[in-house]
T-cell receptor, first 112, second 113 residues
């Protein structure tokens, strides 16, 4: 939806390794977001971006970093993956602060 | 208190009945409210937006907003088995760092034949 592509779709990695998830959008939306979704917790905001090189933390940002060097790309990096970061990660984009978000198809990450 | 609260369900309704999904939120200043539908293993998809008090209808869906009571609801008329999914309520919460779209944990709806 809204031309949002996440890669990879699935990944299995070992504890302690760095992992980068990519979100690419073709809608020229200013705002981009990374959420994680876990049973019992719903969708929780990790980081978001309000422009190129402009990012801010969400409610569960510890252990994650992001970068946005171009309008269309938003990268999420797990600096040293832990088992607690096993989750489904969703990228979302929005046109404005009060706009609804549109989601990518998600990345299922398993940390062993 | 959670910022956005929903009953987790499951809510079971017979085919053809009205399904009523409810959501409460904590921030009195919130102005924008959304309902998303999420099928198992899929991403959330937007089904309704509502910004003003009252009802907003779109096909079989009606969103209701009461800012004084801080609740928003979604009615699904003539429920179909294909409506079986988890419904997420989302509210834009005003923070010092900017607006944040905050989700409830979702209500699972099961429409039974």
């Amino acid at each position: 939806d809204a031309g949002i592509t996440q890669s990879p779709r699935h990944k299995v990695t070992e504890t302690g390794t760095p992992v980068t998830l990519r979100c690419h959008q073709t809608e020229n939306h200013r705002y981009m977001y990374w959420y994680r979704q876990d049973p019992g917790h719903g969708l929780r905001l990790i980081h978001y971006s309000y422009g190129v090189k402009d990012t801010d933390k969400g409610e569960v940002s510890d252990g994650y970093s992001v970068s946005r060097s171009k309008t269309e790309d938003f990268l999420l990096t797990l600096e040293s993956a832990t088992s607690s970061q096993t989750s489904v990660y969703f990228c979302a984009t929005g046109q404005g602060l009060d706009s609804p978000l549109h989601f990518g198809n998600g990345t299922r990450l398993t940390v062993t | 208190q959670k910022e956005v609260e929903q009953n987790s369900g499951p809510l079971s309704v017979p085919e053809g009945a009205i399904a009523s999904l409810n959501c409460t939120y904590s921030d009195r200043g919130s102005q924008s409210f959304f309902w998303y539908r999420q099928y198992s293993g899929k991403s959330p998809e937007l089904i309704m937006s509502i910004y003003s008090n009252g009802d907003k209808e779109d096909g079989r869906f009606t969103a209701q907003l009461n800012k004084a009571s801080q609740y928003v609801s979604l009615l699904i008329r003539d429920s179909q088995p294909s409506d079986s999914a988890t419904y997420l309520c989302a509210v834009i919460i005003l923070t010092g760092g900017g607006n944040k779209l905050t989700f409830g944990t979702g209500t699972q709806l099961k429409v039974e034949l």
